[in-house]
């Protein structure tokens, strides 16, 4: 069958038109789409083609069209004879080494053409030597942020055909994508054609998998926010496809420029029912890549426009996690985005890193890891940092009130930024082993110095003779809410420095310095009442709970939750830990079982006090109990904190001059603390409003 593409030939059996891509219309011209044309030409089977020389106002050269056919995969396609009808032979201008080298693979000329003029000799010896010469060469239109960009999502859609073969969504969005990037150029048709012809080892198949799986378990009704400006050129389907195969993300959100991501986040902030749970930013957006050389050598990088969002979105949204998917593998890129607090660092697939599916496979794998291990220790950590975030802003709207100072909710912020900063912190291999437990041991005492804050927050500080003041807060330790006394400060010596002696009611003890520790735990005494005992007493043996001096009615499961809990007061327990304990001890349980078990156990509590939330909730995280002793537990972290490892997580052994035991802080000492903090605030902050005035 004789074909003609675009041109009305008399023996030409049937006329097929090229497909067209519409361009800007400041070009006002159209592009034609090599690749998706010859799709639609092979369908029919033709023996021979005839294309034409020119095509008026529009983007085309018979010569890309001939390099398209010539390395199809399929050698009927790719040797099918080609007639060139020219439109004026005297205008007509083709190098004679061209037209000789054309001439010998099934190419010819002619302004009047006939069937005769076709040319069925086809060299392969020459094709093969003019294919390597002069086919397959980079586009000079695209740099390598460019190329990286077009063939990364390719790549990543790729990798997850290897676990999903049989997904139609996911062939079709593999398809979109070639047809796309092939009629970029056979640049591309080649590292396609090379990256769907190399073997994956199963080994590494089953590391995809088991990546993914820890990825959806992680990431279940959360919601992605997607910052990339070009999600039409491939990433939009990539992406849409990677979180919906790879994780169990509920919703996932796109932005395809600085504007938009803004107007989402504000929508978010505004809007108590939306959330976002990770960004993941593109760090050269739209107005950078005609601004900036894509191989810039790191002079303006601290203004690309990913930079700059990074810096905003820190502002808006403190302690949400963001990763940088970057087509940009330079260091001062990635030290530019650390200094605004991203958490994660993800390069693209460049085509000339990702050659084959093996490396596809790996590059894959660093996102989904990227991504879990963010989501995880946002999980693990997140809430203590949102935790001392609020706490500031309690101080602060009391302060608003007339009823504090301004300088300790700044104390608490600051304090909040440096534990964020300590905790995305990339620790190397070594610097781990080297710590030993140090960055979760700094956090602590980051936390556990906002104490001192809110004990100043929380006193009132009367001069009632020269020399001497009072710290006074509101408490109700005797059953009446009255100003209580908290502390005597009384000057001893005048000279260059003030010497002072400080007393605290109940000790006989005078003190030089600040006593601190006994100070935050009179503070705990007057403000919930409490001589150091738990409101709470358990018998195992009996299976009873005593709660305010009355026994509370509980099933076997509501028992062991609960006895759990009074027993590790303040510290957060994951759902799924709560229900392995009950299933070691009792029948298993479903999630919907098991909070049903939750809330009726609130319900007991509340029938005996309802003025305090002795469970509180962490979504997506767990529970903890607020009922325990706070001084006994205040006391406890204390001793923690004074058995500290000062250099590097290590201490002497005993018997070598140091007798003290010493030990590293851990998660759930941290959740203790910082929920220890927020009760304290939360209870001055009621008092004030109830009683203050």
């Not at 070639?178 to 190399?198: A, P, Q, V």
């Not at 976002?276 to 950078?288: G, P, S, T």
């Not at 302060?399 to 909710?409: R, V």
């Not at 903890?624 to 006994?632: A, P, T």
Request: hydrophobic letters at 35%; aromatic letters at 10%.
């Amino acid at each position: 069958m004789v074909i003609g593409l675009g041109i009305d030939v008399s023996f030409a059996e049937k006329r097929i038109n090229f497909v067209f891509k519409s361009l800007s219309q400041s070009k006002k011209r159209n592009q034609v789409r090599y690749h998706l044309t010859l799709k639609k030409v092979f369908e029919h089977s033709p023996d021979q083609l005839i294309i034409p020389e020119h095509i008026k106002d529009c983007d085309y050269n018979y010569e890309t069209l001939i390099e398209h056919i010539r390395t199809e995969s399929n050698q009927a396609i790719s040797r099918i004879p080609i007639l060139v009808c020219i439109e004026d032979e005297n205008k007509f201008n083709l190098d004679n080494y061209i037209k000789r080298q054309l001439d010998y693979f099934a190419v010819n000329f002619s302004s009047s053409p006939k069937v005769e003029d076709f040319n069925d000799k086809f060299d392969e010896k020459a094709f093969v030597t003019y294919k390597q010469k002069e086919f397959y060469k980079e586009p000079y239109n695209l740099g390598n942020h460019d190329k990286t960009n077009l063939w990364g999502s390719l790549s990543l859609l790729k990798s997850l055909s290897h676990i999903y073969p049989d997904n139609k969504d996911l062939l079709r969005g593999i398809s979109e994508l070639e047809d796309n990037l092939s009629d970029e150029g056979t640049y591309f048709k080649r590292l396609i054609s090379e990256l769907n012809s190399t073997n994956v080892d199963k080994a590494s198949i089953g590391r995809l998998k088991s990546e993914s799986s820890k990825l959806t378990k992680i990431s279940n009704n959360k919601t992605v926010l997607i910052i990339e400006d070009q999600l039409k050129d491939g990433w939009e389907v990539a992406y849409d496809l990677f979180f919906r195969l790879s994780s169990n993300f509920e919703l996932v959100l796109f932005a395809k420029n600085e504007r938009k991501a803004q107007d989402i986040i504000n929508e978010t902030n505004n809007d108590k029912a939306k959330n976002i749970d990770l960004v993941l930013l593109d760090v050269r957006l739209d107005k950078d890549r005609n601004t900036y050389s894509q191989d810039e050598s790191g002079h303006h990088v601290g203004n690309l426009s990913g930079v700059e969002l990074a810096k905003w979105i820190r502002g808006e949204m403190p302690t949400i996690p963001i990763i940088a998917a970057t087509a940009s593998n330079k260091s001062w890129t990635l030290e530019a985005l650390l200094e605004q607090g991203i958490n994660g660092y993800w390069v693209k697939g460049s085509p000339n890193l990702v050659t084959n599916a093996e490396v596809g496979i790996e590059n894959t794998l660093a996102l989904i890891k990227k991504l879990h291990d963010t989501l995880r220790w946002e999980q693990e950590t997140g809430h203590w940092q949102n935790e001392l975030y609020r706490i500031a802003e309690v101080v602060n709207e009391v302060y608003l009130e007339g009823k504090g100072l301004p300088i300790f909710h700044k104390h608490i912020r600051d304090k909040a930024k440096s534990l964020q900063s300590l905790l995305w912190r990339s620790f190397s291999p070594f610097s781990q082993e080297l710590s030993d437990g140090l960055q979760l041991n700094l956090a602590f005492i980051i936390i556990y110095s906002c104490m001192n804050d809110l004990v100043e927050w929380a006193c009132d500080k009367e001069e009632i003779d020269p020399g001497l003041v009072k710290w006074k807060t509101l408490g109700d330790s005797n059953g009446v809410v009255d100003d209580e006394l908290i502390a005597k400060v009384k000057k001893i010596k005048v000279s260059k420095w003030d010497d002072w002696e400080w007393s605290i009611p109940n000790i006989d003890k005078k003190f030089e310095r600040m006593p601190d520790k006994k100070i935050a735990i009179r503070l705990l005494t007057v403000k919930f009442g409490e001589s150091g005992d738990s409101k709470f007493s358990i018998n195992h043996k009996k299976q009873r709970v005593v709660f305010m001096n009355k026994e509370l009615t509980l099933t076997l499961a509501e028992f062991i939750i609960l006895s759990h809990l009074v027993k590790n007061p303040f510290r957060v327990h994951s759902r799924e830990y709560l229900m392995n304990i009950i299933s070691d001890r009792s029948h298993g349980l479903d999630i919907t079982m098991f909070n049903t078990h939750i809330e009726s156990i609130r319900k007991r509590l509340h029938e005996l006090d309802e003025d305090n939330e002795y469970i509180k909730t962490y979504e997506g995280i767990g529970y903890s109990l607020f009922g325990g002793s706070k001084i006994r537990e205040f006391n406890r972290l204390t001793n923690k904190r004074n058995a500290l490892p000062l250099i590097h997580g290590k201490r002497l052994p005993s018997g070598s001059g140091s007798e003290l035991k010493f030990d590293n802080i851990n998660i759930s000492d941290i959740d203790s603390l910082i929920n220890l903090l927020g009760s304290l605030a939360d209870r001055h902050r009621n008092l004030l409003d109830k009683y203050g005035g």
